[in-house]
């Protein structure tokens, strides 16, 4: 069994054999194991826009990291039953929480016993190329496609959350996407984050070797 921790409420996690989903419902801050997690904390608070966007007055302003403490909560979880956590790469959550950035192909490590790598969705069937960093602990970690996917869509935010298309004439086409679909995992990555976090033993502690 592999806990999913933070994913959407009628998304590719929800009613899949194997599977604990955790969707906004459940709170998936109060998980207390004792299964491996694969979590998808919410990010917004530690993207670029993490004070919630150029048209905001200063006055409503977000605070950089307010989220709750679910990814604090998330990683906790995964440092203590085993598996990972994703987040969009160049999140600001790495660098509060001390986790090793990624910068280039292949995995690093920390001082917990934890990995970090950066990947692509789009190299998993994500229509954009949304780079990714995982964070994972007491997993057998595997060589992934690593660099650049082939997609040459990228995902812009539109503050109205409208489904529109732009062009541009540039090396990557622009494509805007409404919220959910920007968030969405693709079934292919979805099953990929399941079979890491699946290879977690009770020893995960010691996170194994990864593979070049």
């Not at 999140?91 to 280039?104: K, M, Q, V």
């Not at 970090?116 to 007491?138: D, I, M, N």
């Amino acid at each position: 069994m592999i806990a999913a921790l933070y994913v959407q409420e009628r998304g590719c996690y929800v009613n899949l054999h194997g599977v604990d989903a955790w969707p906004q419902s459940r709170d998936a801050r109060l998980y207390a194991g004792p299964w491996p997690v694969v979590g998808h904390p919410p990010c917004e608070r530690w993207g670029n826009y993490w004070y919630g966007g150029p048209s905001v007055p200063q006055e409503r302003r977000q605070t950089l990291g307010d989220d709750g403490g679910c990814f604090a909560a998330c990683l906790t979880s995964v440092r203590q039953w085993g598996g990972l956590l994703e987040h969009p790469a160049g999140s600001r959550a790495w660098s509060a929480h001390g986790l090793p950035e990624p910068t280039r192909g292949g995995w690093f490590a920390d001082m917990f016993g934890g990995w970090s790598c950066e990947v692509e969705q789009g190299h998993f069937g994500h229509r954009a190329r949304k780079p990714t960093w995982l964070y994972a602990v007491g997993c057998t970690l595997p060589s992934l496609p690593w660099g650049r996917s082939k997609s040459t869509v990228r995902a812009e935010v539109r503050e109205d959350e409208t489904r529109t298309r732009g062009k541009r004439t540039r090396d990557d086409a622009i494509e805007l996407m409404c919220h959910r679909e920007r968030l969405a995992t693709p079934v292919p990555f979805r099953d990929l984050l399941l079979s890491i976090a699946a290879t977690v033993r009770s020893s995960h502690a010691v996170a194994r070797a990864p593979v070049r």
